[in-house]
């Protein structure tokens, strides 16, 4: 099951910060918050993750809560080219595999930039 | 260099056809996936394996049978699929599946399969 929630759409305009919400209210002391995006039919590409503290790179910065129960990714100038399915992810330890990890993925926010 | 290659990127096959998907990284990665994704939907992780081992399998049907030869290949098996077999199939690669590290998967392009 899901541990993300997000809204199913968003607009941005271009040139403006596109700043995409998720709530994570169960999320454990140890589970990370991990952004990927989807452009279409493409693989889902890596943006950033986090587990208590802000963080920001060259794509995004991630702003987590100070009780993590939710976090928000911000892209600060939005293009066209960003416009894609962006999923908000909880990794856990898999159950009953010692040392193992897994991607639980939301179900995204297809994000449009408009011109 | 974070690239996953996968090959074919399309594949129409039909319910009695035998064959291969091919997913291959060079970045020295230790831990490979096979993701399987439903259209409009996340991708839902298959098989992962670690260290050239098989280490988890979300209790795919063996007409689904995953490989691992070497540390930077990994290959999906395909026979007697169903209709509802149908979709993109994902390769991801990361570094290792450590505790305590955030070990980011990495993604190919996918192999849109189609079964008829």
């Known amino acids: 099951d899901a541990k993300t929630t997000q809204p199913p759409s968003m607009d941005c305009a271009e040139g403006r910060a596109a700043n995409l919400p998720c709530n994570h209210s169960?999320?454990?002391?140890?589970?990370?918050v991990y952004w990927y995006r989807q452009i279409h039919s493409q693989g889902p590409q890596y943006i950033i993750h986090g587990l208590k503290n802000n963080e920001t790179n060259e794509m995004a910065s991630l702003i987590i809560t100070e009780d993590r129960k939710s976090s928000t990714l911000i892209l600060p100038h939005a293009t066209l080219r960003d416009t894609a399915v962006y999923y908000c992810i909880v990794r856990v330890a898999s159950v009953g595999a010692s040392g193992n990890y897994q991607l639980i993925w939301g179900a995204g926010t297809k994000l449009i930039i408009k011109p | 260099d974070t690239e996953v290659t996968q090959t074919p990127k399309h594949l129409v096959m039909g319910m009695t056809n035998k064959k291969s998907l091919k997913c291959e990284q060079h970045?020295?990665?230790?831990?490979m996936y096979w993701y399987k994704q439903k259209a409009k939907k996340p991708p839902e992780l298959m098989f992962v394996y670690s260290y050239e081992k098989l280490s988890i399998n979300e209790s795919v049907p063996s007409r689904f049978s995953p490989e691992c030869p070497n540390s930077s290949l990994l290959n999906l098996h395909l026979h007697a699929l169903q209709p509802e077999d149908s979709a993109l199939y994902l390769c991801?690669?990361?570094?290792?599946?450590?505790?305590?590290?955030?070990?980011?998967?990495?993604f190919g392009p996918g192999t849109r399969l189609t079964v008829l």
């Open positions: 970045m020295g990665h230790r831990a």
């Open positions: 169960t999320i454990s002391g140890n589970e990370y």
């Open positions: 991801a690669s990361s570094r290792r599946m450590v505790a305590a590290s955030t070990d980011t998967q990495y």
